[in-house]
């Protein structure tokens, strides 16, 4: 089956930090691929995606490249800023008419 | 637009009580789901809706749960009775133009409390 697998959190970093958060995936067929974030308070929303291998999906400073060689899709930013501060969602859909399938999010605290 | 409206964002209620979630997806939309997330699970998916139509179900925990969508503008997730295992941020989330549409619009959410 489909499923996604993060690295467990938190993660604490300090202001400015490099940021890594590691996703893989396990699917058939050629899924696209996707990170969500959710803020303190609210639901879930599309941070960036990529829907083929190479790609690259960038939002916001943070970026993932769509790596089909070790079926992953790690989510990296730069310098990160204490407003990063959220819970971070690495999810799958594959072709077909499919729900999106989530990991179990991994909380990003970043602290000045 | 509004965005996805949830009712209430805030429960607290006993064992063994009946407890009804709302939501109010995009205009327009034509998919609907709801999830529920917890610490120990993440987020689950429990069931969706296309043009009202329960699509699959598959999630849902047991027969105590039930969620119903009479319109397009319109859904409720059930809860009867209720258990303190249920308790848990449950998030409502709409699209356009079904699964291929990959963005999915996600409500507040509603913390409901069991005890």
């Known amino acids: 089956g489909n499923s996604v697998t993060q690295m467990e959190g938190p993660v604490t970093l300090s202001e400015e930090a490099f940021l890594t958060i590691n996703c893989t995936y396990t699917?058939?067929?050629?899924?696209?691929l996707f990170w969500y974030v959710q803020y303190p308070g609210e639901g879930l929303q599309l941070l960036l995606k990529a829907t083929k291998a190479d790609d690259k999906g960038s939002n916001k400073g943070f970026e993932a490249t769509y790596r089909k060689e070790t079926t992953s899709f790690h989510l990296e930013k730069g310098s990160v800023q204490v407003s990063d501060s959220a819970v971070y969602f690495c999810a799958l859909r594959n072709s077909g008419n499919t729900p999106l399938v989530f990991g179990k999010g991994t909380r990003l605290s970043v602290i000045a | 637009d509004a965005g996805v409206i949830q009712s209430p964002r805030h429960e607290v209620t006993e064992m063994g009580q009946e407890v009804t979630l709302r939501c109010k997806p995009i205009s327009g939309h034509d998919y609907l789901f709801w999830y529920r997330q917890t610490m120990m699970r993440g987020l689950e998916l429990l069931i969706y809706f296309n043009n009202n139509v329960p699509i699959d179900d598959s999630g849902m925990p047991e027969d105590r749960f039930s969620a119903k969508m009479p319109n397009a503008s319109f859904s409720t997730l059930k809860i009867q009775p209720s258990e303190p295992r249920d308790s848990a941020v449950y998030f409502c989330?709409?699209?356009?133009?079904?699964?291929?549409?990959?963005?999915?619009?996600f409500g507040s959410g509603t913390q409901l409390s069991v005890l």
């Open positions: 699917a058939t067929g050629y899924p696209s």
């Open positions: 989330a709409s699209s356009l133009m079904g699964t291929t549409n990959e963005k999915l619009f």
